[in-house]
Nanobody, 126 residues
Framework: QVQLLESGGGLVQAGGSLRLSCAAS????????MAWFRQAPGKEREFVAA????????HYPESVKGRFTISRDNAKNTVYLQMNSLKPEDTAVYYC???????????????????WGQGTQVTVSS
């Protein structure tokens, strides 16, 4: 099993930036396809970003493209989410997810992922 621990959430004003981190353990990190999702109160969990095993390929929905950047450091077993130009509608709990059983990366559906972190709150004030 893979354990994921997110950090870096907090309160920020609209237009500001935050960087989330997710440390993984329990499996060789370079074999994990990684992603970030978010969930706002009363809404379904939403895909935010995905990155391939090597980090050379990334995938974003239109809602965050150009503002968010996912990256990974396989030597540190960590994936990051740099969030710039934050908006109040970005307010949510952000979750890190790992996939290995499918052999695929970039999935936007939650059931494609095998392990999840506990989440970190991001609040953007207007």
């Amino acid at each position: 099993q893979v354990q994921l621990l997110e950090s870096g959430g907090g309160l920020v004003q609209a237009g500001g930036s935050l960087r989330l981190s997710c440390a993984a353990s329990g499996r060789t990190f370079s074999t994990l396809a990684m992603a970030w999702f978010r969930q706002a109160p009363g809404k379904e969990r939403e895909f935010v970003a995905a990155i391939s095993w090597s980090g050379l390929n990334t995938h974003y929905p239109e809602s965050v493209k150009g503002r968010f950047t996912i990256s990974r450091d396989n030597a540190k077993n960590t994936v990051y989410l740099q969030m710039n130009s934050l908006k109040p509608e970005d307010t949510a709990v952000y979750y890190c997810a790992a996939a290995w059983s499918s052999g695929q990366w970039g999935a936007a559906m939650t059931d494609e992922y095998d392990s999840w972190g506990q989440g970190t709150q991001v609040t953007v004030s207007s």
